[in-house]
T-cell receptor
Framework: DSGVTQTPKHLITATGQRVTLRCSPR?????VYWYQQSLDQGLQFLIQ???????AKGNILERFSAQQFPDLHSELNLSSLELGDSALYFC????????????FGPGTRLLVL | QQQVKQSPQSLIVQKGGISIINCAYE??????FPWYQQFPGKGPALLIA?????SEKKEGRFTISFNKSAKQFSLHIMDSQPGDSATYFC????????????FGGGTRVLVKP
């Protein structure tokens, strides 16, 4: 157990819908990263937050957005869902003293029908 | 643009044998190279990591070899056990880019008893 929690574990929805994925980082970790894992694209970085501020952006679609709240939990919002958005979404957090070390949560499996 | 290339895609090894996974990178700004282990339905778990100022790092049965001039690094799993059967990912990051991880494509390892 990495100490990073993610909810829900599974999510099934329809095309065009909007969903919110939630992540709670390890206690004391200020950085939160979001990654997408799919069969064709592998593990891809989406976005990073540090203490509430966006720090880096990867190949994140405009339909996707994220935020980090004052209690440091983070949410990833996916809207206008398409079949191709079906994937595993992982959140990771890193400690202030070792910012390069990322601990991954168990992931949310999203299925868009 | 795939900045980290991983090979092989899969490998089968007998119990007690050595598993070797190779990765090559392009971005010379990368300054941190972790390996992650992922079991089905789980998030990636940090296994071992190395910085480019070190040529080798060993932790238990896992060893990273790093060749900075060739821009290559590899994971050796000694005395492979059936419990090591998993997918292994190499990754790279740079502090200059917020420590986001760029992953290789993954290697599925099967250890036969």
């Amino acid at each position: 157990d990495s100490g990073v929690t993610q909810t829900p574990k599974h999510l099934i929805t329809a095309t065009g819908q909007r969903v919110t994925l939630r992540c709670s980082p390890r206690s004391g970790d200020l950085s939160v990263y979001w990654y997408q894992q799919s069969l064709d694209q592998g593990l891809q970085f989406l976005i990073q937050y540090y203490n509430g501020e966006e720090r880096a952006k990867g190949n994140i679609l405009e339909r996707f957005s994220a935020q980090q709240f004052p209690d440091l939990h983070s949410e990833l919002n996916l809207s206008s869902l398409e079949l191709g958005d079906s994937a595993l979404y992982f959140c990771a957090s890193s400690p202030a003293g070792r910012v390069e070390t990322q601990y991954f949560g168990p992931g949310t499996r999203l299925l868009v029908l | 643009q795939q900045q980290v290339k991983q090979s092989p895609q899969s490998l089968i090894v007998q119990k007690g044998g050595i598993s070797i996974i190779n990765c090559a990178y392009e971005n010379t700004a990368f300054d941190y190279f972790p390996w992650y282990q992922q079991f089905p339905g789980k998030g990636p778990a940090l296994l071992i990591a190395i910085r480019p100022d070190v040529s080798e790092k060993k932790e238990g049965r896992f060893t990273i070899s790093f060749n900075k001039s060739a821009k290559q690094f590899s994971l050796h799993i000694m005395d492979s056990q059936p419990g090591d059967s998993a997918t292994y990912f190499c990754a790279a990051s740079t502090r200059a880019a917020g420590n986001k991880l760029t992953f290789g494509g993954g290697t599925r390892v099967l250890v036969k008893p």
